[in-house]
């Protein structure tokens, strides 16, 4: 009579091995899941990266170039910062507005959520996601920069790295809730007209030659306003207190929201 074994029971494995053991699993790795997806998501998008690569650097060498408006010299010291802005809006506002609207439009993001994935983990591996590109961004036109001519100091460069990060979790939260919250088309709208009012606030951030005091003050008051104007200070080694406090003020509210309405469909 031949011999009958079970599963686990094999005699080249001790008893148990093949036994299935569900559990939870840790924090830190559903986060590095999560981190490494959103990731790969947002390098595989063929229309992010022109929207988040191709175009700032396109800024970033015609405005540096060509004698397009009135810059103190060496321009790329002016004309940087605000291209760092526009990849920070580009990357973590207009981008992820408008995957995660579509998203939740085909049904991804409802799949995801029937595996048991908090709220929190999710948006936190999709920020994560996006500081990640917004990262290699600000390598890749820093490196243009310094071809143009860009100096940073050590801290300079420290500053500017400080403001980067907090301008990206401000947009990064911003998109979620433009995202999470509303229909995928309308979504597509709000977030490309929006990053066009952004860029113009932008600009009025940085060349505030000739500008209203008042408009400035408003301007001030916005989060691409603020990031712009962050970004220039921090370009000349100063943490400018009020802009990194409307910054700071714009991210907590903008969380907040997310988490509140964020939905998975």
């Known amino acids: 009579m ?20 569900p559990r939870t699993n840790t924090v830190p790795a559903v986060l590095t899941a999560l981190t490494r997806l959103e990731t ?23 405005l540096t170039m060509l004698p397009i408006g009135d810059f103190l010299t060496p321009r790329v010291d002016t004309v940087l910062p605000v291209i760092l802005a526009v990849a920070i809006m580009s990357t973590g506002f207009t981008g992820q507005a408008i995957a995660v609207g579509f998203d939740r ?9 029937a595996n048991a994935i908090p709220k929190w983990a999710m948006l936190t591996g999709k920020s994560a996601a996006v500081l990640i590109v917004v990262s290699v961004q600000s390598i890749i036109l820093g490196t243009i920069g310094a071809a143009l001519g860009w100096r940073p100091s050590v801290n300079e460069a ?28 309308i979504v ?9 009012v952004q860029l113009g606030f932008c600009g009025i951030s940085t060349v505030s030659k000739g500008q209203p005091s ?52």
């Open 214 to 265: 008042a408009l400035q003050t408003v301007v001030g008051l916005t989060p691409s306003g603020a990031l712009a104007s962050a970004l220039r200070f921090a370009n000349e080694g100063t943490m400018h207190l009020a802009n990194f406090t409307v910054l700071t003020a714009w991210a907590v509210a903008a969380i907040w929201l997310a988490r509140k309405t964020f939905k998975f469909s």
């Open 158 to 185: 420290l500053t500017l790295a400080a403001v980067i990060a907090l301008g990206t979790a401000t947009f990064a939260a911003l998109g979620l809730l433009l995202g999470g919250s509303l229909p995928a088309e």
């Open 2 to 21: 031949t011999n009958m074994t079970f599963p686990g029971t094999h005699p080249k494995f001790s008893p148990g091995t093949f036994t299935p053991a």
């Open 40 to 62: 790969t998501l947002l390098l595989r998008n063929g229309e992010q990266l022109l929207l988040t690569m191709l175009l700032p650097i396109t800024f970033l060498v015609g």
């Open 105 to 113: 439009r085909y049904g991804a993001l409802k799949r995801l959520g």
């Open 188 to 196: 597509l709208v709000l977030a490309n007209v929006l990053w066009f």
